[in-house]
């Protein structure tokens, strides 16, 4: 017979464990495969304005995302990309400085932004339509650069060459 508390702990159904839980397992998951993929980077547009950003284009680098970073350059960010449109949601797990997150459908045009707050992942920002790419950048970056609903995303990848 399997143990109990080893059930309650992994299942979760405890509720002294819950709130350690999802920050223990996503530390784990980010301390074993932090050095399995390399993030990439490169320069996008969002209309005309350009942006440095590292590119999250698998499960690894999307897991990671911008945790334990402690700041970001002016015009830096993290570029995510799924393997396929849905609803996304982006939280702010060990992420230490504020954030927008700006959701992008595959047409690459911007469906909507969120202002995010360090929290240790109790909040959770959904896109508002199905969305295949969601770029955190510097919060207040956006609306800093006029940037709004309608707005294209300029890759400098081919759209098959991306999420795996």
Known sequence: MPDPLCITAIGGENPLFQPLLRPTLAFLIITVLGGCSEIENEVIKIGAIPAFVGVADDQESRLRGLSFRKKLG???????????????????????????????????????????????????????????????????????????????????RPPSAQAR
């Open 74 to 156: 002016v015009n830096e960010g993290l570029l995510f990309i799924f393997p396929k449109e849905k609803i996304l949601h982006i939280w702010m797990l060990n992420v230490e400085i504020p954030l927008d997150v700006a959701f992008f459908d595959q047409d690459r045009k911007l469906i909507n932004i969120h202002s995010m707050e360090p929290d240790d992942g109790e909040k959770s920002y959904p896109s508002v339509k199905p969305a295949l790419y969601a770029l955190e950048m510097s919060q207040g970056w956006f609306s800093r650069n006029h940037l709004t609903s309608g707005a294209t995303l300029h890759l400098s």
